[in-house]
């Protein structure tokens, strides 16, 4: 059974920074498209950032500069260090993997980790 697990998230103060991270298990991680989406109150899912199983990545212009995404194949787990953090940060992070194998989309995703910006 594939698992991605999210972690770190929590309550900060505006410009503070987290480390989330994505611990993924049961599947070939290496082979995989990483990428974190967000959900804010009340809003739809919002794409932040990818990282291909290449290591070449890309950011939402609302987070590039502030946010950034690497990933440890060794430890089958995709992090997303956020910093410089504001108030509209403020969502559920899922991480989502993804690869083509065998003539079809493999598609998984997490099942969260809040992120509260607030003084």
């Known amino acids: 059974e594939v698992q991605l697990v999210e972690s770190g998230g929590g309550l900060v103060q505006p410009g503070g920074s987290l480390r989330l991270s994505c611990a993924g298990s049961?599947?070939?991680?290496?082979?995989?498209?990483m990428s974190w989406v967000r959900q804010a109150p009340g809003k739809g899912l919002e794409w932040v950032s990818y990282?291909?199983?290449?290591?070449?990545?890309y950011y939402a212009d609302s987070v590039k500069g502030r946010f950034t995404i690497s990933r440890d194949n060794a430890k089958n787990t995709v992090y997303l260090q956020v910093n410089s953090l504001k108030p509209e940060d403020t969502a559920v992070y899922y991480c989502?993997?993804?690869?083509?194998?065998?003539?079809?989309?493999?598609?998984?995703w997490g099942q969260g980790t809040q992120v509260t910006v607030s003084s």
């Open positions: 989502n993997a993804q690869t083509w194998d065998e003539g079809r989309l493999w598609d998984y």
């Open positions: 990282i291909n199983s290449g290591g070449s990545t």
């Open positions: 049961g599947l070939t991680f290496s082979r995989y498209h």
